[in-house]
């Protein structure tokens, strides 16, 4: 019998759980998964990452220190007198990637978007509308004061919430639509080691009811954004230890499930980072040991059957320049519905190590997109440990083996929906967190056989807000834990 194909129809509140894992975990060792080296360059570092609605993969890099390995078309050049580094540099700094052709084309980037963040528009946009010849679309003092290691988030208004930076404890809304846009956040201020500061980059995620889980340096809190208010304060992580940049762990919002039900639960997985004090001894030449929670500086990316893969990432280590030393290149498959047994198991290593600002994303066919590893201050192809890379690979889950092709269902008909269908928010990726990253597992209202091998499955998508703020998601139908090719839907 074939692979089972299916037609789909459509037709969801949450309690906030702060997942708090043991130190210690036990791994198993099962070597699933394949790599495929898709490009030996793509021309420039890709320290930013996002996959848009049209395949296609944005990806860029800061433009402050000298001349890339790819030319810009048509003699454009960037001219920016305050560069100390090339005041006119005519190399790109920025591509759009093309998955299915396996191609990149140059962009021009005119600002520095060095430590940046971002986030897909409810219309599907970042920055500029997807096509085949769209340049960037730069907007002149687009932000009320300056960041650098902000965290963005869409918000169900289909607003963006801008949280952080070095130096901002506060955070601030896009578009613009308050006089005083600018809004002071104490448990930013709380949270920073002086020196050190140990919260940048903070883990936003947006709750069911329309308020905020910010997780920073080693503490968590419930916040409503519009009244400026904290909702409730979590209790500090277990051992005290700082997840947030530059001591670099990972978070995720697991998936969310039972949409239907009066109370919606959810769980945010922090993994990784640093022992206290480690930035501050790196700079030293001491390289202390990670915590017990794997590794630093890798990403944690949703899956489609709902299992969360931990890439990237290198051991004793801490976020910064000329300070990589030991790559992990094996990724973790979390799988949160098996038994704590069995909840991470090895996957088949890379032979390309991948360190501080390598960035990942999810592609529609189900692979994982991975790219750069730049622990220096400029392109640095010799005589150092681990040299740049500018090389494009992509690993395929054990779920893409072709002794499952017979169970991977095929979306025929996007009428509705079938079997465990599952709706993903694709997320901008830099620096080991990947934003507005978001799971929802619809389940199915009804099944319907049409023949042997072809099914009508009906599921209900929520309405647009807390739960799933309008924009465009990546839709998956699930067959025995075997993914299809995803759909573009919109929720609007």
């Given at each position: ?8 129809s ?16 036990t ?10 080296l ?8 890709a ?9 296609r993969?944005i ?5 402050d ?11 454009k050049?960037?001219?920016n ?15 759009e ?5 396996n ?8 600002t ?9 528009m409810p219309?599907?946009n ?12 730069e ?15 869409i ?6 919430i ?9 955070y601030?809304?896009?578009?613009k ?15 920073n ?14 709750n069911?009811d ?8 080693n503490q ?7 009244k400026n208010?904290?909702v409730k ?24 499930k039972?949409?239907k ?13 640093a ?10 030449g001491t ?8 590794r ?14 931990l890439?990237?990432?290198t ?15 094996s990724s ?11 909840w991470f ?12 600002h ?5 592609l529609?066919d189900g692979?994982?997109?991975v790219?750069?590893s730049?622990?220096?201050t400029?392109?640095n ?23 499952f092709d017979?169970?991977r269902?095929?979306i ?6 079938s ?5 993903f ?6 620096h ?7 799971l929802?597992?619809l ?11 072809t ?27 075997i993914?299809s ?5 919109k929720?609007y």
């Amino acid at each position: 019998m074939g692979a089972p194909s299916f037609m789909f129809s459509t037709l969801l509140l949450l309690q906030l759980l702060f997942a708090s894992l043991p130190h210690h975990c036990t791994l198993t060792y099962t070597a699933g998964g394949t790599w495929q080296l898709l490009q030996k360059s793509i021309g420039i570092s890709a320290m930013h990452m996002q996959l848009l609605r049209n395949d296609r993969v944005i990806m860029f890099d800061r433009t402050d220190f000298g001349p890339s390995n790819l030319s810009l078309p048509n003699r454009k050049c960037r001219n920016n007198p305050t560069d100390t580094v090339l005041r006119v540099d005519c190399t790109a700094h920025s591509v759009e990637y093309d998955v299915f052709a396996n191609k990149s084309r140059a962009l021009m980037v005119q600002t520095d978007v060095w430590c940046s963040s971002g986030v897909i528009m409810p219309n599907g946009n970042l920055v500029f509308s997807p096509c085949r010849t769209c340049d960037l679309n730069e907007i002149p003092n687009g932000l009320t004061v300056k960041r650098w290691y902000a965290s963005n988030h869409i918000l169900p208004d289909g607003r963006q919430i801008i949280v952080n930076g070095r130096g901002q404890f506060n955070y601030e809304f896009i578009p613009k639509n308050i006089a005083a846009n600018k809004i002071n956040l104490p448990f930013l201020l709380e949270t920073n080691d002086k020196g050190i500061e140990n919260n940048l980059y903070p883990f936003v995620f947006l709750n069911f009811d329309g308020n905020l889980f910010i997780f920073a340096n080693n503490q968590a809190t419930l916040f409503d954004y519009e009244k400026n208010i904290v909702v409730k304060k979590y209790l500090m992580i277990p051992d005290g230890e700082p997840r947030s940049y530059p001591s670099i762990g990972s978070a995720v919002l697991l998936p969310l499930k039972n949409l239907k039900a009066s109370a919606i639960e959810a769980e945010v997985l922090v993994c990784r980072g640093a022992l206290k004090g480690s930035y501050l001894q790196s700079l030293k030449g001491t390289f202390l040991a990670v915590l017990d929670t794997s590794r630093v500086m890798g990403d944690m990316t949703l899956l489609p059957n709902g299992n969360v893969l931990l890439i990237n990432g290198t051991g004793p280590e801490t976020a910064g320049w000329e300070q990589g030393r030991d790559p992990v290149m094996s990724s973790i498959l979390y799988r949160p519905d098996n038994d704590i047994s069995s909840w991470f198991e090895v996957q088949n290593p890379t032979t390309i190590p991948r360190m501080y600002h390598s960035t990942v994303a999810l592609l529609r066919d189900g692979r994982v997109l991975v790219s750069r590893s730049n622990p220096h201050t400029f392109y640095n192809f010799t005589g150092v440990f681990f040299p740049t890379k500018l090389s494009l690979e992509t690993f395929s889950p054990a779920y893409l083996d072709a002794k499952f092709d017979n169970l991977r269902p095929t979306i025929i008909a996007p009428k509705s929906i079938s079997m465990l269908v599952t709706m993903f928010a694709p997320a901008f990726n830099t620096h080991s967190f990947s934003m507005n990253q978001r799971l929802l597992i619809l389940g199915n209202d009804k099944v319907t056989a049409v023949d042997n091998s072809t099914y009508n499955v009906e599921a209900t998508t929520p309405r647009p807000g807390t739960v799933a703020p309008s924009g465009f998601y990546l839709l998956f139908v699930v067959h025995q834990g075997i993914p299809s090719q995803g759909i573009w839907v919109k929720l609007y």
